[in-house]
């Protein structure tokens, strides 16, 4: 089953405007981290942010906001007052807690993002 | 600067060819992964290591090998039986043996098959 669901494929939206990315997850474990990474044109995975499952707080950073609910397994993402340099593939990942081999990241689909100018 | 180096950034490679993408890092990191990132599909893992000498497959690890001989060192071996290769090959890293740890990626390895 898929641990980590974006179902917004593509979105466009006119500069300036905000937008919401969707992330559901799925997972058994009462510890587990997410993570939202950006993903521009020239192809290298750049790092967000990190929420371990204890931390509810909503996080703010410049134009970023981050929703954590565990009540309903999402961790949607919002760009306020978007721009183009925000074009981009956004993917939300998820790490349950480590096995005798480690952890592993689970990734969802990716929600390629275009901002108009 | 520490970070991520993979090569060649684009490979083109004929049918019934071995190829091997490099990865190297000066993160001081133990943990080590490939993926790969085909259109509307997000990132699949190949394989991923924990310490030098060990390897672990992932779910797509058919057709691919790797080898952890150093810690900086982690080069994907894309062989003849994986049968549909040409895709986005990422290397990533991560700090520590446990715990979540951020994934810190190289800029990638573009593989086409002619």
């Known amino acids: 089953a898929q641990k980590v669901t974006q179902a917004q494929t593509e979105i466009s939206v006119v500069e300036k405007e905000d937008v919401t990315l969707d992330c559901v997850y799925e997972t058994r474990d009462t510890t587990y981290y997410l993570f939202w990474y950006k993903q521009p044109p020239s192809g290298e995975l750049v790092f967000l942010i990190r929420r371990n499952s204890f931390d509810e707080q909503n996080e703010i950073s410049g134009r970023y906001s981050w929703n954590f609910q565990k009540s309903t397994s999402s961790f949607n993402f919002t760009i306020t007052a978007s721009q183009v340099v925000d074009s981009a593939v956004y993917f939300c990942?998820?790490?349950?807690?480590?096995?005798?081999?480690?952890?592993?990241?689970?990734f969802g689909t990716g929600t390629s993002l275009t901002v108009i100018p | 600067d520490g970070g991520i180096t993979q090569s060649p950034k684009y490979l083109f490679r004929k049918e019934g060819q071995n190829v091997t993408l490099s990865c190297e890092q000066n993160?001081?990191?133990?943990?080590m992964y490939w993926y790969r990132q085909d259109p509307g599909q997000g990132l699949r893992l190949i394989y991923y290591?924990?310490?030098?000498?060990?390897?672990q497959k992932g779910d797509i690890a058919e057709g691919y090998s790797v080898s952890r001989e150093k810690k900086e060192s982690f080069p994907l071996t894309v062989t003849s039986a994986q049968k549909n290769p040409t895709a986005f090959y990422l290397c990533a890293s991560s700090g520590a043996l446990s715990g979540a740890n951020v994934l810190t990626f190289g800029a990638g390895s573009r593989l086409t098959v002619l």
């Open positions: 990942a998820l790490s349950e807690a480590p096995s005798n081999t480690g952890n592993q990241f689970y």
């Open positions: 993160l001081n990191h133990d943990a």
């Open positions: 290591s924990q310490i030098v000498n060990d390897f």
